[in-house]
């Protein structure tokens, strides 16, 4: 699919301009994913078959609002339009995806990739928001100002791809060459001239492209900073000087010129393309009001976390008493089956017990990711990312730092991954650090399961659960564990001014139930992956723990303390005995290193190997809740379960985790700093709250 002589065309676009959604729709399930070579920039690909050029490969180019590269990914971006990555095929065209409801925004971007010289094909999406917007584009008389083809599309709807293929198709089979359509400066002609034969010396430009880069690289005060440009820094930095000091001459502010120049053609050209009609966006701009307001607008958002939680819990009962009752059925059968022995113990102790012990919280993890889903699709994200950027940035978190940070409450894997659209260095980094101390998916199990037993099932106000309540202060507790720390990183080792952010607002879009729907499964299906995979292997592991060796009838100690799990765990006990744990559950915290949800299975495990009647095995919360200490009293009681949620609350407790950091960074230490700090603060939070409550007798 990636061979030369397939063609290859670039698809590229503003952020939120709905590019990935014709990516997805033209090339439909013949897709790849992986990294452009030498970077940890992710790299979509795939096939699509036209009727007469045949099979082309499509690129689908992380989003960027100008070839001004700042962060890793618009780097990426610049790189392959301009055909400098020499590990990237040169695109043959380019599909450029412009919001038709934002032409303002959008045609800056057009204009310098109409500038390389590449045949270009629009695709203009989004047609359905100019109505609400109060836009109507006129196709035709772009077209003939833009000198490309430009196809009028709604994506989200399905409309207008048939038109889109045979457009690329007619392209590929007639290539003709876009231009720059802005005039470039008259007091720096000989200059830019002589930057742009320099350019294409050293294989920096192309002859069509090299004006249009030498002025950004005139007008970029940090140019040299690029990587590309450092080697040549000698002979290109005089006539950059030159340039500038030309342009200073002549009035004219080099730092901003080539935006002035862009955005002065895009006024001049919007009247012909574009008529304004009255506005049926009215709704919009008031919902815009309340939900960006400093106090409405958290007072909403607050509302929304408060709704989702109690909704969780009230809508996921019922299938999670399904799933108990089959998973208790099977333990049944499988007993009654299989003759009595090790292996009826593997599969009902081990297998049955761990997997099902974390499958029956499936379905509250899928309304997590049907709730996320419908925030992100509906345009709600950009809202709170406008709205907690002045609190972020105080605390010395990026602007940009709340997509990544959001992206971390399901998997904290992509949400590191998409931290690279940060600008500054220092800034990605922090991101990157406190990441991990978002509410990801797999922490949801463990505080599902420990709510489920220590807490009791009151309702507060008539509609809320308690549990869900005590759910809700731990993401809460997250969050400002992770402001606090980017706070403490910022003025010490990472010390340096915080940045605010500048985005634009989507428009507000009715989520699609099938989007919805295949989002959900997605990202479920990657849990019942883990499932059927990493937790099947920790449970067997740790039913051959439990089991063995074989315990000794003339010992004292419980099978289960002669066991090896019982020797390891035993070990451990000294280390987390000040924080109210006991080797069983020391065992089940060091097992889900592995990820955090086999500390349900391995509890699962450890406490199935306690039952003699394999058919009352398939409530692990009703057995965690008749366990009794010493003295004859609950042993899970209210503050020790609490403090297991806590210790996973800020516990650095993913091997996954760690190695994205890895590779993210690119240094070791900063994973071992990660560790040593999530899991230092997580053992002094614990110890202080189990000894504050022992003052008070709350254990």
């Given at each position: 699919m ?8 670039a698809v590229?676009g503003?952020p ?11 090339t ?8 452009y070579p030498?970077?940890?920039?992710e790299?979509?690909g ?17 989003g960027?609002y ?11 971006t ?5 055909g ?9 065209a380019?599909l ?13 971007f ?7 010289g ?11 928001a ?7 584009v006129?196709v035709?008389q772009?077209?003939r100002?833009?000198?490309v ?6 994506a989200s ?9 045979n ?15 802005v ?13 742009a034969?320099l350019?294409?010396?050293?294989n ?6 090299a004006?249009?880069?030498?002025l ?8 040299f900073?690029?990587p590309?440009?450092?080697p040549?820094r ?7 000087a030159?340039a500038?000091?030309?342009?200073t ?5 080099w730092?901003t010129?080539e935006?002035?120049l862009?955005?002065r053609?895009?006024?001049h050209?919007?009247?012909d393309v574009?008529?304004l009609?009255?506005?049926t966006h ?10 960006t307001?400093?106090?409405w607008g ?10 989702m939680?109690g909704?969780i ?7 999670m ?7 208790g ?5 499988t ?6 022995g090790?292996?009826?113990s593997?599969?009902t102790d081990?297998?049955i ?7 029956v ?15 992100e ?8 990312a406008?709205?907690l950027?002045?609190?972020?940035s105080?605390f ?6 709340f997509?990544?940070?959001f992206?971390s409450?399901?998997c904290?894997?992509?949400g590191?991954?998409?931290a690279r659209?940060?600008?500054?260095a220092r800034?990605?980094?922090?991101t990157i ?5 978002m ?6 199990p ?20 308690l ?5 809700g202060?731990?993401v809460?507790?997250?969050?400002l ?13 990472l ?6 952010l ?6 507000y879009r ?20 883990k499932?059927g995979?990493?937790?099947?292997l920790?449970?067997?592991l ?10 000794d009838?003339?010992?004292p100690?419980?099978?289960?303390e002669q066991?090896?799990a ?5 070990g ?7 924080l109210g ?5 020391g065992?089940?915290?060091?097992s889900?290193?592995a990820a955090?949800?086999v500390f349900v299975?391995s ?9 003699t009647d ?8 009703a057995r965690?809740t ?5 003295a ?14 806590l210790f ?8 996954s ?5 890895r590779?993210?960074?690119?240094a070791?230490?900063?994973v071992l700093?990660?560790w ?6 997580a053992?002094?939070l ?7 409550g ?6």
């Amino acid at each position: 699919m990636v061979e030369e002589h397939i063609p290859h065309v670039a698809v590229a676009g503003n952020p939120n301009s709905g590019k990935s959604t014709i990516f997805n729709g033209l090339t439909g399930l013949r897709q790849k994913v992986s990294n452009y070579p030498g970077v940890t920039v992710e790299k979509h690909g795939g096939a699509l078959t036209l009727p007469r050029t045949g099979d082309i490969h499509l690129m689908d180019l992380p989003g960027t609002y100008s070839l001004n590269p700042r962060s890793l990914d618009e780097q990426v971006t610049h790189d392959v339009l301009m055909g400098l990555d020499e590990d990237v095929p040169v695109p043959r065209a380019i599909l450029l995806v412009l919001d038709a409801s934002n032409l303002e925004r959008h045609l800056f971007f057009a204009s310098q990739v109409l500038s390389l010289g590449r045949p270009t094909l629009i695709a203009l999406n989004m047609m359905d928001a100019c109505v609400t917007s109060g836009h109507l584009v006129r196709v035709d008389q772009l077209a003939r100002r833009l000198g490309v083809r430009v196809v009028p599309m709604t994506a989200s709807q399905g409309l207008g791809f048939d038109e889109l293929r045979n457009a690329l198709d007619d392209l590929l089979q007639n290539v003709s060459p876009a231009r720059d359509l802005v005039e470039l400066p008259l007091p720096i002609a000989g200059s830019l001239a002589e930057l742009a034969t320099l350019l294409r010396e050293h294989n920096l430009a192309t002859a069509a492209s090299a004006p249009g880069e030498a002025l950004r690289i005139i007008c970029t005060a940090t140019a040299f900073e690029m990587p590309r440009l450092r080697p040549w820094r000698a002979q290109l930095e005089p006539v950059v000087a030159r340039a500038r000091a030309q342009l200073t001459a002549a009035g004219m502010n080099w730092p901003t010129l080539e935006a002035e120049l862009r955005f002065r053609w895009i006024d001049h050209i919007l009247p012909d393309v574009r008529a304004l009609q009255p506005a049926t966006h009215a709704l919009a701009d008031r919902l815009d009001y309340w939900l960006t307001h400093p106090v409405w607008g958290m007072a909403a958002l607050a509302a929304v976390v408060i709704a989702m939680f109690g909704a969780i819990f009230w809508l996921a009962h019922p299938p999670m008493e399904w799933i108990k009752h089959l998973f208790g059925l099977l333990a049944t059968w499988t007993a009654r089956v299989v003759p009595e022995g090790q292996f009826q113990s593997l599969l009902t102790d081990g297998v049955i017990a761990g997997v099902g012990g974390v499958l029956v919280f499936l379905p509250q993890i899928m309304l997590l990711f049907l709730f996320i889903a419908i925030i992100e699709d509906s345009g709600y994200t950009a809202r709170i990312a406008f709205l907690l950027d002045r609190l972020m940035s105080k605390f010395g978190l990026h602007g940009k730092a709340f997509i990544p940070l959001f992206s971390s409450f399901a998997c904290a894997v992509p949400g590191i991954m998409a931290a690279r659209t940060i600008d500054n260095a220092r800034d990605r980094l922090i991101t990157i650090l406190v990441a991990p101390l978002m509410c990801c998916s797999a922490r949801w199990p463990v505080y599902l399961l420990l709510a489920g037993t220590v807490l009791p099932t009151t309702v507060l106000f008539g509609f809320l659960p308690l549990q869900a309540l005590v759910l809700g202060g731990l993401v809460l507790l997250g969050i400002l564990a992770g402001i606090a720390f980017a706070w403490g990183f910022r003025k010490t080792i990472l010390r340096g001014p915080s940045t605010t952010l500048a985005q634009e607002l989507p428009p507000y879009r009715l989520p699609r139930a099938r989007t919805l729907l295949h989002i959900m499964w997605e990202r479920s299906a990657l849990f019942l992956k883990k499932a059927g995979t990493v937790i099947l292997l920790m449970s067997v592991l740790m039913w051959v723990l439990t089991s063995y060796p074989r315990p000794d009838q003339n010992n004292p100690a419980s099978p289960l303390e002669q066991s090896y799990a019982g020797m390891i765990g035993r070990g451990l006990e000294p280390v987390i005995a000040p924080l109210g744990f006991d080797w069983r559950i020391g065992i089940a915290m060091v097992s889900s290193f592995a990820a955090r949800e086999v500390f349900v299975s391995s509890m699962a495990t450890i406490y199935g190997a306690q039952v003699t009647d394999p058919e009352n095995m398939s409530d692990l919360q009703a057995r965690l809740t008749a366990e009794k200490d010493a003295a004859g009293q609950p042993f899970f009681t209210p503050l020790r379960g609490l403090n297991i949620m806590l210790f996973y609350v800020l516990a650095m407790q993913c091997v996954s985790t760690m190695v994205v950091v890895r590779r993210e960074t690119g240094a070791l230490k900063w994973v071992l700093f990660q560790w040593a700090y999530m899991t230092g603060a997580a053992w002094l939070l614990c110890c202080a709250v189990w000894q504050f409550g022992a003052v008070f007798g709350w254990r």
